[in-house]
């Protein structure tokens, strides 16, 4: 993408530029780019053949709207990148292909400039849930009622992107009154309890049975299910209100001298509308140890024990001596009450008692909570408003508490709350300060600022700096982390297939988990040390936990918790194209395809966009039967010179994957499936044909296998740099970047890369740009 | 004059109404549509499609022979048509299509895909108004988009449906719920107000998105209105148990949960329009004899083994499907039966899903005033728009559309009912 790539069209492209006799008309532009297409192009791109979908006569050369700022950045970039025409054709010479471009490029420019410009942003659901907890210090669930968000650019938080529906419209009417009452209590403090909870009379018979086992006092699992449900739990008595809960149980690892894993569930047995919550993952040796574990859970909840990474079915025979896990019972405690009334009542309410609360409370609570929801001084009138619907409520008879409610439900549906709003000053294309300290927490907390950095003057680019530095120090930083890296690397995406078990053994739950936690904290890793961007590419470090390192064949590490580990020399490992969980999401559970995942190094890594096929193409349908590797399906594919054209440059990194299979386990042969009886359709998995990871970049350089090709990635190191920057920056403004920002994003990569070139750096140097503060 | 026959078709559904639902206790607007023969849309996606050699007759016309998968359908044969050699113009991207069965929306897959409104939501516009909920949007995947391509989310649990739809709070939650509804409106004023007040100050890019807002809330004071009207109207009192737990690798048990849910809403005249979205999750089916999860047996690469146990699922879907449509034939109304005057359309997303094709989709259309008991086949290398269908829907129906989405007509071959 970045014209870096390419020098030698560069040079000659800033030498015409040069020579480019000022003043050159429309007219003349028109003229120049008939004949240049006539010359070299119209054979293949005009109404009757449109190869690859593209007809040249439909390119206006006044470029106007997005369709046609989208038409003339392919054809520039087929240009720059020598991809057309292609290598059979007659080639222009670069001097002439470089004036045409030189030519084009600042029409281009111009024309993308009109269109990109940042639009008043809704929150999207994450970012309203994380805002309403921030805003109002409340903790329940809402993202999940709203609905799903729409994405543009490969991130949901886009302005352009998300919506608004009648629909929706009714949702956040309904979110906000439940988020008013969390806040709000009425009723009164509940006691403090302490109760405990043993599951032995329910499963004695299991444990008489032998499916289940019973040592010092601890019911022992021997399996791992994948069921919702689990027989010890603390249902005998359940949670009698909303609130905060200790669970304080002893565990300990059975018949092993290593180390068992369990998780802890909480849910509501609500019938089919059961919540299943994973409280988290933990870890015990054999020697019993008490874990104190604590959550809040809604009425009529229990939590549940799930033994992990054990065998699915053992034999059951009693005294067997299996590894398991054993738990004992458990004491409860709660509903636990820090403060009462609790600090988002307060933080609301101030000292206002409801019960006789008047219109002069309300307008003191409005004051204090209207510049906080609408993260922005606000005016009198604007606080004059809703004290009027108050007002018109108090005087239909309802009661103060009613009345403020439908008060503070009406701030959380105003546009004022729901949109990221940044007033258009026709004087002005920079942002204010305040205005761009919301920008600053919804790229790296996920929601709204606080008062520091609300007040802060961000226009100083010393303050801007630390202020940024405060934010990423900040727990919230996480949710930057999990959003960035859960739509970029696709995380989000990783429980979409399972496995086909019978192929994939090993995976598990265990497993699932610890990839997203290695992409998370690897990124993490490349944050708090400032590590270079590059270790993307490739790095002789990875970040693992004991499930992972047995996954990946490597030695010496114990427990769940992930930790750097330095690579043995020689690993497939390091960087995050290697890394199971990216694996697993572009692949499909069964097998692997070349093209999927050829197409996100493409656009992730090197910041290639690729079309999608043209209508028609007939799709490769995996067959796990016969001699034919998917590899060689795609030959057949490749041989056609329009498919060539993209696939070229797709399958090489595919290919180069295809030594990993859909768990992200490294394989030397396919697995196979042979038949014994077909006409039951039984039969078993082999080994197959064997796995060729060779290939060569549509450049010409060979590789034989992903450490070569790793190495190929990072001589493109720019193109990388300038492609994460350009996520980074989608990300961090809600829009989608076009032609236009290219040489911004080329800035912030050679101020990024002269200081460090670290991917904290990088993140300044993005937050420092004008881009970032421009609307 | 609209006889009062709503006591006889329940019955025949094995359902009992105690509510003698009274033209009175209708709002006008509603009473005004009931003298009409009510006419009803159900769609019905399976996002993981259907192995296409089980799925598809040989021999199109009416004398085709049922296939496989058909055969549970034997007795229902002049009651649909099926269709193949169909798909949606331009709409690609694997998994991703399910947001355009019923958009018809072109490239779903893209990074920058936008939505338009389904067909559900289009239908649901025009006669909404007349029951009290103007559709229903249920299963694992939302099938409803909104004019602007929003999603609807989808209710995944039937028992949750079922409650909404037949329940009635006590008279102190009724009249909490009446307040609230009035409380809504004027929020909805207010916040109408707000945004008046910046739009002096949003430039031409915001503009739209403020109008949108307008809408937003314009329509949703409308729809509370529409709410309110209905607090005095009791909801109808069905003689069935709301859905049990289940499990959600109960794929089966939870499709028959839905189906029961949707028979009801209908025979109550509580909705005229329904989509359900199926799962295409990875979960692994409780069907005997399945043992791996749904989603990877889809892509079973042709190993004999997985698509053995992948028929197993697929057979007990469409054996689920075709007892709903018995059931609405079953349910009598006026002189006819709930099936002939409700038009449901089956089908998938997916043309072969171990191929992620989009291309060749089995589709069937059940009930209506349709002339049913043909194999439709149109070209499987040059499909027939999908849309097509849609516009005989919709014509079918009673609305005026001329064209929806990408169509270009309407669907050939398929003519009205005699009479």
């Given at each position: 993408?970045?014209?870096?790539?390419?020098?030698?069209?560069?040079?000659?492209?800033?030498?015409?530029?040069?020579?480019?006799?000022?003043?050159?008309?429309?007219?003349?532009?028109?003229?120049?780019?008939g004949?240049?297409?006539?010359?070299?192009?119209?054979?293949?791109?005009?109404?009757?053949?449109?190869?690859?979908?593209?007809?040249?006569?439909k390119?206006?050369?006044?470029?106007?709207?997005?369709?046609?700022?989208?038409?003339?950045?392919?054809?520039?970039?087929?240009?720059?990148?020598?991809?057309?025409?292609?290598?059979?054709?007659?080639?222009?010479?670069?001097?002439?292909?470089?004036?045409?471009?030189?030519?084009l490029?600042?029409?281009?420019?111009?024309?993308?400039?009109?269109?990109?410009?940042?639009?008043?942003?809704?929150?999207?659901?994450?970012?309203?849930?994380?805002?309403?907890?921030?805003?109002?210090?409340?903790?329940?669930?809402?993202?999940?009622?709203?609905?799903?968000?729409?994405?543009?650019?490969?991130?949901?938080?886009?302005?352009?992107?998300?919506?608004?529906?009648?629909?929706?419209?009714?949702?956040?009417?309904?979110?906000?009154?439940?988020?008013?009452?969390?806040?709000?209590?009425?009723g009164?403090?509940?006691?403090?309890?302490?109760?405990?909870?043993?599951?032995?009379?329910?499963?004695?018979?299991?444990?008489?049975?032998?499916?289940?086992?019973?040592?010092?006092?601890?019911?022992?699992?021997?399996?791992?299910?994948?069921?919702?449900?689990?027989?010890?739990?603390?249902?005998?008595?359940?949670t009698?209100?909303?609130?905060?809960?200790?669970?304080?149980?002893?565990?300990?690892?059975?018949?092993?001298?290593?180390?068992?894993?369990?998780?802890?569930n909480a849910?509501?047995?609500?019938?089919?509308?059961a919540?299943?919550?994973?409280?988290?993952?933990?870890?015990?040796?054999?020697?019993?140890?008490?874990?104190?574990?604590?959550?809040?859970?809604?009425?009529?909840?229990?939590?549940?024990?799930?033994a992990?990474?054990?065998p699915?079915?053992?034999?059951?025979?009693?005294?067997?001596?299996?590894?398991?896990?054993?738990?004992?019972?458990?004491?409860?405690?709660?509903?636990?009450?820090?403060?009462?009334?609790?600090?988002?009542?307060?933080?609301?309410?101030?000292?206002?008692?409801?019960?006789?609360?008047?219109?002069?409370?309300?307008?003191?609570?409005?004051?204090?909570?209207?510049?906080?929801?609408?993260?922005?001084?606000?005016?009198?009138?604007?606080?004059?408003?809703?004290?009027?619907?108050?007002?018109?409520?108090?005087?239909?008879?309802?009661?103060?508490?009613?009345?403020?409610?439908?008060?503070?439900?009406?701030?959380?549906?105003?546009?004022?709350?729901?949109?990221?709003?940044?007033?258009?000053?026709?004087?002005?294309?920079r942002?204010?300060?305040?205005?761009?300290?919301?920008?600053?927490?919804?790229?790296?907390?996920?929601?709204?600022?606080?008062?520091?950095?609300?007040?802060?003057?961000?226009?100083?680019?010393?303050?801007?700096?630390?202020?940024?530095?405060?934010?990423?120090?900040?727990?919230?930083?996480?949710?930057?982390?999990?959003?960035?890296?859960?739509?970029?690397?696709?995380?989000?995406?990783?429980?979409?297939?399972?496995?086909d078990?019978?192929?994939?053994?090993?995976?598990?739950?265990?497993?699932?988990?610890?990839?997203?936690?290695?992409?998370?904290?690897?990124?993490?890793?490349?944050?708090?040390?400032?590590?270079?961007?590059?270790?993307?590419?490739?790095?002789?470090?990875?970040?693992?936990?004991?499930?992972?390192?047995?996954?990946?064949?490597?030695?010496?590490?114990?427990?769940?918790?992930?930790?750097?580990?330095?690579?043995?020399?020689?690993s497939?490992?390091?960087?995050?194209?290697?890394?199971?969980?990216?694996?697993?999401?572009?692949?499909?559970?069964?097998?692997?395809?070349?093209?999927?995942?050829g197409?996100?190094?493409?656009?992730n890594?090197?910041?290639?966009?690729?079309?999608?096929?043209?209508p028609?193409?007939?799709?490769?349908?995996?067959?796990?039967?016969?001699?034919?590797?998917?590899?060689?399906?795609?030959?057949?594919?490749?041989?056609?010179?329009s498919?060539?054209?993209?696939?070229?440059?797709?399958?090489?990194?595919?290919?180069?994957?295809?030594?990993?299979?859909?768990?992200?386990?490294?394989?030397?042969?396919?697995?196979?499936?042979?038949?014994?009886?077909?006409?039951?359709g039984?039969?078993?998995?082999?080994?197959?044909?064997?796995?060729?990871?060779?290939?060569?970049?549509?450049?010409?350089?060979?590789?034989?296998?992903?450490?070569?090709?790793?190495?190929?990635?990072?001589?493109?190191?720019?193109?990388?740099?300038?492609?994460?920057?350009?996520?980074?920056?989608?990300?961090?403004?809600?829009?989608?970047?076009?032609?236009?920002?290219?040489?911004?994003?080329?800035?912030?990569?050679?101020?990024?890369?002269?200081?460090?070139?670290?991917l904290?750096?990088?993140i300044?140097?993005?937050v420092?740009?004008?881009?970032?503060?421009?609307? | 004059?609209?006889?009062?026959?709503?006591?006889?078709?329940?019955?025949?559904?094995?359902?009992?109404?105690?509510?003698?639902?009274?033209?009175?206790?209708?709002?006008?607007?509603?009473?005004?549509?009931?003298?009409?023969?009510?006419?009803?849309?159900?769609?019905?996606?399976?996002?993981?499609?259907?192995?296409?050699?089980?799925?598809?007759?040989?021999?199109?016309?009416?004398?085709?022979?049922?296939?496989?998968?058909?055969?549970?359908?034997?007795?229902?044969?002049?009651?649909?048509?099926?269709?193949?050699?169909?798909?949606?113009?331009?709409?690609?991207?694997?998994?991703?299509?399910?947001?355009?069965?019923?958009?018809?929306?072109?490239?779903?897959?893209?990074?920058?895909?936008?939505?338009?409104?389904?067909?559900?939501?289009?239908?649901?516009?025009?006669?909404?108004?007349?029951?009290?909920?103007?559709?229903?949007?249920?299963?694992?995947?939302?099938?409803?988009?909104?004019?602007n391509?929003?999603?609807?989310?989808?209710?995944?649990?039937?028992?949750?449906?079922?409650?909404?739809?037949?329940?009635?709070?006590?008279?102190g939650?009724?009249?909490?719920?009446?307040?609230?509804?009035?409380?809504?409106?004027?929020?909805?004023?207010?916040?109408?107000?707000?945004?008046?007040?910046?739009?002096?100050?949003?430039?031409?890019?915001?503009?739209?998105?403020?109008?949108?807002?307008?809408?937003?809330?314009?329509?949703?004071?409308?729809?509370?209105?529409?709410?309110q009207?209905?607090?005095?109207?009791?909801?109808?009192?069905?003689?069935?148990?709301?859905?049990?737990?289940?499990?959600?690798?109960?794929?089966?048990?939870?499709?028959?949960?839905?189906?029961?849910?949707?028979?009801?809403?209908?025979?109550?005249?509580?909705?005229?329009?329904?989509?359900?979205?199926?799962?295409?999750?990875?979960?692994?089916?409780?069907?005997?004899?399945?043992?791996?999860g749904?989603?990877?047996?889809?892509?079973?690469?042709?190993n004999?083994?997985?698509?053995?146990?992948?028929?197993?699922?697929?057979?007990?879907?469409?054996?689920?499907?075709?007892?709903?449509?018995?059931?609405?034939?079953a349910?009598?109304?006026?002189?006819?039966?709930?099936?002939?005057?409700t038009?449901?359309?089956?089908?998938?997303?997916?043309?072969?899903?171990?191929?992620?094709?989009?291309?060749?989709?089995?589709?069937?259309?059940?009930?209506?005033?349709?002339?049913?008991?043909?194999?439709?086949?149109?070209?499987?290398?040059?499909?027939h728009?999908?849309?097509?269908?849609?516009?005989?829907?919709?014509?079918?129906?009673?609305?005026?559309?001329?064209?929806?989405?990408?169509?270009?007509?309407?669907?050939?071959?398929?003519?009205?009912?005699?009479?």
């Amino acid at each position: 993408m970045a014209l870096l790539l390419f020098p030698d069209i560069r040079c000659a492209l800033v030498a015409c530029a040069a020579l480019l006799p000022p003043g050159l008309t429309a007219a003349d532009f028109q003229k120049d780019a008939g004949a240049f297409f006539e010359k070299h192009c119209y054979d293949c791109h005009e109404s009757g053949t449109t190869k690859g979908g593209l007809n040249l006569e439909k390119a206006d050369t006044a470029i106007g709207g997005p369709e046609q700022a989208d038409m003339w950045t392919h054809i520039f970039d087929r240009i720059a990148h020598d991809e057309m025409p292609p290598p059979k054709k007659p080639r222009p010479d670069k001097l002439a292909a470089a004036g045409f471009l030189a030519e084009l490029k600042p029409r281009l420019l111009a024309a993308d400039r009109a269109r990109r410009s940042v639009v008043q942003r809704r929150l999207n659901r994450e970012e309203y849930e994380n805002t309403l907890h921030d805003l109002l210090g409340i903790d329940i669930e809402l993202k999940g009622l709203l609905p799903e968000d729409q994405q543009a650019g490969g991130f949901d938080n886009n302005g352009a992107a998300l919506a608004l529906s009648t629909e929706q419209m009714q949702r956040y009417l309904e979110t906000a009154r439940m988020a008013v009452d969390a806040a709000i209590v009425t009723g009164e403090r509940s006691a403090t309890e302490t109760w405990k909870c043993d599951s032995l009379g329910e499963v004695q018979r299991y444990i008489d049975s032998g499916q289940f086992g019973y040592v010092d006092g601890r019911i022992v699992l021997y399996t791992t299910s994948d069921d919702t449900y689990s027989k010890i739990s603390t249902r005998s008595k359940r949670t009698p209100v909303r609130g905060r809960y200790r669970f304080s149980f002893q565990a300990a690892a059975e018949n092993t001298t290593g180390l068992g894993f369990f998780t802890v569930n909480a849910s509501n047995f609500a019938g089919v509308a059961a919540t299943s919550k994973n409280l988290g993952y933990y870890e015990v040796g054999p020697e019993p140890k008490t874990f104190d574990i604590e959550a809040v859970l809604d009425p009529k909840s229990a939590i549940q024990f799930f033994a992990q990474g054990l065998p699915g079915y053992v034999k059951n025979t009693p005294g067997m001596k299996h590894p398991g896990v054993g738990f004992g019972p458990v004491e409860v405690t709660g509903p636990i009450i820090d403060q009462w009334p609790p600090e988002s009542h307060a933080r609301l309410l101030g000292k206002t008692d409801l019960a006789i609360g008047t219109l002069n409370d309300a307008h003191e609570i409005l004051r204090r909570f209207l510049p906080r929801a609408f993260r922005r001084p606000v005016a009198d009138s604007e606080t004059d408003r809703f004290l009027g619907l108050i007002r018109s409520r108090l005087d239909v008879g309802r009661s103060f508490e009613e009345s403020l409610r439908t008060g503070l439900v009406a701030v959380l549906c105003s546009p004022n709350f729901l949109y990221l709003r940044e007033e258009s000053r026709p004087d002005a294309q920079r942002i204010t300060d305040t205005e761009l300290a919301s920008r600053l927490s919804y790229f790296l907390w996920s929601s709204m600022p606080d008062d520091e950095l609300l007040g802060a003057k961000l226009s100083d680019p010393k303050i801007l700096h630390a202020q940024t530095e405060r934010l990423l120090r900040d727990a919230k930083a996480e949710r930057f982390i999990t959003n960035f890296t859960g739509q970029w690397l696709r995380l989000r995406q990783i429980a979409d297939t399972t496995p086909d078990r019978k192929l994939y053994k090993d995976f598990d739950e265990l497993l699932q988990m610890s990839m997203v936690r290695e992409g998370e904290s690897f990124f993490r890793q490349l944050l708090v040390e400032d590590r270079p961007i590059t270790d993307i590419l490739d790095s002789d470090w990875a970040m693992l936990n004991q499930r992972l390192a047995e996954h990946y064949g490597i030695p010496g590490v114990t427990g769940l918790a992930m930790r750097r580990v330095v690579l043995p020399a020689g690993s497939v490992r390091g960087g995050v194209l290697t890394q199971a969980g990216v694996l697993k999401v572009t692949a499909n559970g069964t097998s692997t395809s070349p093209v999927l995942r050829g197409v996100w190094v493409l656009e992730n890594i090197l910041g290639h966009a690729t079309p999608p096929p043209p209508p028609g193409t007939p799709a490769i349908e995996p067959d796990i039967r016969g001699a034919t590797t998917i590899r060689e399906q795609l030959d057949k594919h490749r041989s056609s010179e329009s498919c060539a054209v993209c696939h070229k440059l797709i399958d090489p990194p595919g290919f180069a994957l295809e030594s990993f299979d859909p768990t992200g386990a490294f394989r030397e042969k396919y697995l196979r499936w042979n038949v014994s009886n077909a006409e039951k359709g039984w039969g078993s998995v082999g080994p197959g044909a064997s796995v060729d990871a060779t290939g060569h970049l549509a450049t010409g350089e060979p590789f034989s296998g992903i450490r070569e090709f790793k190495k190929l990635l990072l001589a493109r190191r720019d193109d990388f740099a300038h492609c994460l920057a350009g996520k980074l920056m989608t990300y961090g403004i809600g829009r989608e970047l076009g032609f236009s920002d290219r040489d911004a994003i080329d800035a912030i990569v050679t101020r990024a890369d002269s200081t460090g070139g670290g991917l904290r750096t990088l993140i300044h140097a993005i937050v420092a740009s004008d881009t970032f503060a421009t609307r | 004059m609209q006889k009062l026959t709503r006591r006889t078709f329940l019955r025949g559904a094995g359902v009992c109404l105690a509510l003698p639902l009274l033209e009175a206790m209708l709002p006008a607007r509603a009473r005004a549509a009931a003298t009409a023969a009510p006419q009803r849309f159900v769609a019905i996606n399976i996002p993981l499609s259907f192995i296409p050699a089980n799925f598809f007759p040989d021999v199109p016309g009416a004398d085709y022979t049922l296939s496989s998968y058909l055969q549970p359908g034997a007795a229902l044969r002049g009651d649909f048509t099926i269709c193949s050699g169909l798909s949606h113009p331009g709409v690609d991207g694997g998994h991703s299509a399910e947001k355009s069965f019923l958009t018809a929306a072109p490239q779903p897959g893209s990074r920058s895909f936008k939505n338009t409104i389904s067909l559900d939501q289009f239908i649901a516009r025009q006669i909404g108004d007349r029951t009290r909920f103007a559709s229903l949007t249920l299963g694992d995947h939302s099938l409803s988009w909104s004019e602007n391509g929003v999603s609807i989310p989808a209710e995944h649990s039937p028992a949750k449906a079922f409650s909404r739809l037949f329940l009635t709070g006590k008279p102190g939650e009724i009249a909490a719920q009446e307040r609230d509804l009035e409380d809504g409106r004027s929020i909805m004023d207010t916040v109408l107000g707000d945004a008046k007040a910046i739009e002096r100050s949003v430039g031409a890019a915001d503009r739209q998105k403020l109008d949108q807002f307008f809408t937003a809330v314009r329509e949703t004071e409308q729809r509370l209105t529409k709410s309110q009207a209905w607090t005095h109207t009791p909801k109808p009192v069905v003689d069935a148990r709301p859905p049990e737990k289940l499990d959600d690798a109960d794929l089966v048990g939870m499709f028959r949960a839905h189906f029961d849910v949707i028979r009801l809403a209908l025979s109550t005249d509580s909705t005229r329009v329904v989509a359900l979205g199926g799962t295409g999750y990875g979960t692994v089916p409780k069907i005997k004899g399945v043992e791996q999860g749904y989603h990877g047996l889809s892509h079973h690469g042709k190993n004999p083994e997985m698509m053995r146990q992948l028929e197993l699922v697929e057979r007990a879907t469409l054996q689920a499907f075709f007892d709903f449509l018995a059931a609405l034939k079953a349910s009598a109304e006026d002189d006819t039966h709930l099936l002939g005057r409700t038009q449901i359309l089956f089908g998938s997303n997916l043309g072969n899903a171990s191929a992620h094709s989009t291309t060749n989709l089995p589709i069937l259309l059940a009930g209506g005033a349709h002339r049913h008991g043909k194999h439709l086949a149109f070209d499987p290398v040059q499909n027939h728009p999908l849309p097509n269908l849609f516009v005989s829907v919709l014509q079918r129906a009673g609305l005026e559309a001329a064209s929806f989405a990408s169509s270009t007509g309407t669907l050939t071959g398929l003519d009205p009912a005699r009479g």
